[in-house]
């Protein structure tokens, strides 16, 4: 197995001469939390004055692509809902490209940003926030009700995710026939906050998994079900274009898996000593303390 290479001066340039296009995870990479990290934003404008194509490819399934742009607006960073591929999304083109039918309905276990995006693309989606409240009752007669018409259970990171909900989605999953189980992702944890990490969407998604003795088609990293409605998009190949993230089993596996660049940064999940440990068996091709060095390299 080849060791990744530290970015210099000579492999920033090999870098830059062979890729066409970035695609940048964004917890750990651009923000942590609501906090830019240094030097975000200059790399980017110096890569696009450079020409190169820009992709954000983000797991957090929290926030639609609107509301990922109108974020980055808040940070200073323009970026057109075009150029963001969020997991919620991947989860609507899933149900698009599968042709799931019109009149099936989704649950969701998640926030606003899966609603909104299988609402944009004509499926009829309810649960997620609105269900955040809710309670269960064990009393003896009780009967907990589902609708029969959910063809599709998508699951995300959810802070109000409860008992009801777990109920939910686990009869539908169970008793609907051919019910389909999604998760946006499985990341275990994420950096919700610019201090500390937080479990990720892989707690909710493993509590259904438990709970129905399935497993789920995964739409977001390392899947590659995202890769290749990129490709698809904007006419790149895939050894054209770099992965840059901060997790090796998410980030740098998707690249991987399509045959991308991978570029490794050190400002979120992944320290050196993970990149280093010997069990450790996910090579980028370069790693980096943040992606701000391309800017430092630029300048060399």
Not at 72 to 98: H, Q, R, W
Not at 138 to 155: C, I, M, N
Not at 239 to 259: E, H, P, W, Y
Request: net charge negative; aromatic share 10%; charged share 20%.
């Amino acid at each position: 197995m080849t060791s990744s290479q530290t970015l210099s001066p000579h492999t920033f340039k090999d870098l830059l001469d062979s890729v066409e296009a970035f695609l940048f995870d964004c917890d750990g990479v651009i923000w942590k939390g609501d906090q830019l990290i240094d030097g975000a934003s200059q790399t980017l404008d110096m890569l696009r004055s450079k020409g190169k194509k820009l992709v954000f490819v983000t797991n957090n399934s929290w926030k639609s692509r609107t509301q990922y742009a109108e974020k980055f607006k808040s940070l200073g960073i323009s970026v057109s809902p075009d150029e963001i591929f969020s997991s919620s999304f991947a989860a609507a083109m899933y149900l698009k490209v599968n042709n799931f039918p019109s009149q099936n309905k989704v649950y969701v276990i998640g926030g606003d940003g899966i609603l909104d995006e299988l609402q944009l693309a004509g499926f009829t989606a309810f649960g997620g926030p609105g269900d955040a409240d809710k309670t269960i009752d064990w009393k003896q007669s009780g009967f907990f009700e589902h609708d029969k018409s959910v063809g599709a259970v998508v699951v995300g990171i959810d802070p109000k995710i409860n008992y009801y909900k777990l109920q939910y989605g686990t009869l539908c999953i169970r008793e609907n026939p051919g019910c389909l189980f999604i998760a946006t992702n499985r990341d275990a944890v994420g950096h919700m906050t610019a201090s500390q990490e937080w479990p990720g969407a892989g707690c909710m998604v493993a509590a259904m998994c438990g709970s129905t003795q399935k497993e789920p088609v995964v739409v977001g990293k390392p899947s590659t079900f995202m890769m290749n409605f990129l490709i698809e998009k904007f006419n790149l190949s895939c050894s054209k274009m770099c992965m840059v993230g901060d997790r090796l089993d998410t980030d740098i596996l998707f690249g991987q898996n399509a045959g991308c660049k991978t570029l490794l940064v050190l400002s979120g999940c992944t320290t050196q000593s993970d990149l280093q440990d010997p069990s450790n068996n996910i090579q980028p091709h370069y790693y980096a303390t943040k992606i701000s060095d391309m800017l430092d390299l630029s300048r060399a």
